[in-house]
């Protein structure tokens, strides 16, 4: 397929901002930059002077399949993630049966190509059933495909086995992915502990429940020297942790979620349980410190943290009701308004964030930058007129957000996968 995209404003350090440039694709690579062209017999769209970027990667997203398929599957999950911008996600490996093994990732890989409209890369479990006893076979999941290793939003209690799981990754040069919970400390907590916890009467979830768990997971990685990616970053504990492992070395990357650098635990007003995710909303002390990582680059990855859940399940009271939250759809103008709008950060540090970094840590070569020889993975998006979030349209099963009726920018206009204009 051959595609010419004509009058692209190109988001990229290699490009001048203010000039309009055309992007010809061919066979799902990128073939040449350059303004003014002109090729006969190709597909062409004037893209009237919209921003290109290059496609979003999601390096922390929950499919559902298989096992879960009634909450999401993989079909529902690409057209969320298209609609959002991003044309890669991966898949997380909590499902059932748990990605746990060659079979399950072979599955997962094939299943993708017939019913994926993005690329979709699976993390292999560290762990058989990720239950964190027993090491699974990561040498023939990465033989069959996986990017990353991961218990999912499990956690692993033995420092012992992480340990060992962390020293075995090196010989294939994977991330460990660690979701950083001490369950004995979290225990029933179903939101953040603190003032509005005890006013509301409901079980608190301490910060101290991620930040032990992030201490204990940095020293491991620095005696390792492995890979360490620590998901979903919610407190500011967490992020000196981190900044200061950094300074030391330790081969680490972080990610957070919008949720988390907008929203504060005062979210969940009176009992709303469209708030109630894990890790929980946190204070406004926790936010800033959010922003001021993702300011000064201790934090790598923005990821969407896309945890789908049954709207009935979260119709219930706050005790029962389910986490989760779905966020595909709404992760790259949240973030954009919120960041870029702001002032927070130039719009290509927003790109660095979502794309960029998250290829580097997975290791995806080609693809994270919009440059002659890339994959064609591209979006345009429109920075400049505002929209409001509505979840009933949302293509995820999951059409319910906490950020309803909120107005932002950076709506996508149009999304490429492989070459392919899908949007």
């Known amino acids: 397929m051959k595609t010419l995209l004509k009058n692209c404003r190109i988001l990229s350090p290699f490009y001048e901002k203010e000039r309009l440039y055309d992007i010809y694709v061919e066979n799902g690579i990128i073939k040449k930059i350059d303004e003014n062209m002109s090729i006969e017999g190709v597909k062409t769209v004037d893209i009237g002077g919209h921003t290109a970027l290059p496609g979003l990667i999601d390096m922390h997203c929950n499919i559902c399949d298989p096992g879960y398929e009634y909450i ?110 001490d369950r004995g400390l979290s225990g029933k907590g179903v939101m953040n502990e603190g003032y509005t916890a005890a006013c ?62 907008l929203l504060t635990e005062e979210a969940i007003g009176n009992y709303d349980t469209l708030a109630k995710i894990n890790p929980p909303l946190r204070t406004a002390e926790d ?31 706050f005790d029962n009701a389910a986490y989760g939250i779905s966020s595909l759809e709404t992760a790259f103008s949240l973030s954009y308004t919120r960041l870029v709008e ?30 002659e020889g890339k994959d064609a993975d591209i979006i345009i998006v429109d920075t400049k007129e505002s929209y409001r979030i509505d979840p009933e349209h949302f293509a995820s099963k999951a059409n319910f957000s906490p950020f309803a009726e909120r107005v932002v920018r950076g709506k996508v206009l149009y999304t490429m996968v492989g070459g392919k204009l899908l949007t």
């Open 200 to 261: 509301l009467g409901l079980a608190g979830m301490p910060r101290e429940a991620e930040e032990v768990i992030v201490a204990r997971n940095l020293i491991l990685a620095e005696n390792t020297g492995a890979r360490l990616h620590i998901a979903h970053v919610s407190t500011k504990g967490s992020v000196q942790l981190i900044r200061e492992a950094k300074k030391r070395g330790v081969q680490v990357t972080c990610e957070t979620c919008p949720h988390y650098f």
């Open 72 to 181: 999401e599957d993989i079909e529902t999950v690409s057209r969320s993630a298209l609609r959002g911008g991003f044309t890669t996600i991966t898949c997380e490996p909590n499902t059932s049966p748990a990605i746990d093994n060659k079979t399950v990732v072979e599955y997962i890989v094939s299943k993708s190509k017939e019913y994926s409209l993005v690329n979709l890369y699976p993390y292999g479990s560290m762990s058989l059933g990720c239950e964190g006893k027993i090491m699974a076979e990561i040498g023939e999941m990465y033989d069959a495909g996986i990017v990353g290793i991961s218990d999912g939003d499990e956690f692993t209690d033995s420092a012992s086995f992480l340990r060992h799981v962390m020293q075995y990754s090196k010989m294939f040069d994977l991330p460990v992915i660690t979701h950083c919970e």
């Open 287 to 317: 936010v800033n410190a959010i922003l001021a990582g993702i300011a000064d680059g201790t934090i790598d990855v923005i990821a969407t943290g896309h945890s789908p859940t049954n709207r009935s399940d979260k119709d219930k009271e």
């Open 342 to 371: 702001a002032g927070v950060i130039p719009a290509e540090r927003l790109i660095e964030l979502l794309s960029q970094k998250p290829a580097e840590i997975l290791r995806l070569y080609e693809k994270g930058m919009i440059a």
